[in-house]
């Protein structure tokens, strides 16, 4: 049934012939490991004979390159000149849009104006004028009437003021005017109301200058 003829039982290798192949396979590649595969892969030459075959230098070369890949930066090749500097390409400057002289800056300090208003209120009435200002804005004031007198108050509101909030920066009765500095303590609406309790029509003329939004009649 079988072409090939086995062999012979005397033909087979012995025990002790089988030991000298494994012996004789080690040292070859022992010898082969030293000679040539550290001296390539790794640069390591203990007995000279990789370097003169020219395999030392490849190994070192490869752990080069692999030592500058771990430091996160590949090393020039071996004879290569120093790396040259990149040469960032100049960028032209671009213009920056003026900023309006009137418009308010994000800080929230607005600008710089000054108004004059004026209203007359007979017996009994009021009127109330109010200005939109930043904390801790400052506006100049003066207001006076024609030798009139009136009663004051000079007060003001925060945004969305809870119920019954009052915050005044002065009242008087019987005058006939007022000028000083007023500094908002808060963002909000910041002004003077009078009522003429005279008996004779009374006109009221309010001056202001400083840091401030608007002015408006809110009575």
């Known amino acids: 049934m079988y072409n090939t003829d086995l062999p012979d039982r005397a033909e087979l290798p012995g025990a002790a012939r089988l030991v000298r192949s494994t012996i004789v396979a080690a ?3 022992a010898a082969l490991l030293v000679t040539a595969i550290l001296p390539a892969e790794f640069g390591i030459d203990p007995t000279g004979i990789g370097r003169a075959l020219g395999l030392a230098q490849m190994g070192e070369i490869k752990a080069s390159l692999a030592a500058s890949t771990h430091a996160g930066e590949v090393a020039p090749p071996t004879g290569a000149g120093p790396a040259k500097p990149a040469v960032e390409e100049p960028v032209a400057a671009q213009p920056v849009a003026a900023r309006p002289p009137s418009a308010t800056s994000t800080t929230g300090a607005a600008t710089q104006r000054q108004d004059t208003v004026s209203v007359t209120l007979k017996h009994g009435q009021a009127a109330e004028f109010k200005l939109a200002m930043r904390k801790d804005a400052g ?50 609406k910041h002004g003077w109301f009078w009522r003429n309790r005279s008996g004779a029509d009374a006109t009221i003329t309010l001056r202001t200058r400083g840091e401030y939004e608007k002015i408006e009649r809110v009575l």
Request: hydrophobic letters at 30%.
């Open 139 to 188: 506006v100049h004031y003066e207001w006076s009437t024609a030798g009139v007198p009136v009663n004051y108050d000079a007060h003001g509101d925060p945004v969305d003021a809870p119920k019954d909030f009052y915050h005044g920066y002065g009242k008087g009765r019987n005058r006939t005017g007022d000028s000083g500095t007023l500094k908002a303590a808060f963002d909000g």
């Open 27 to 29: 040292l070859v590649a």
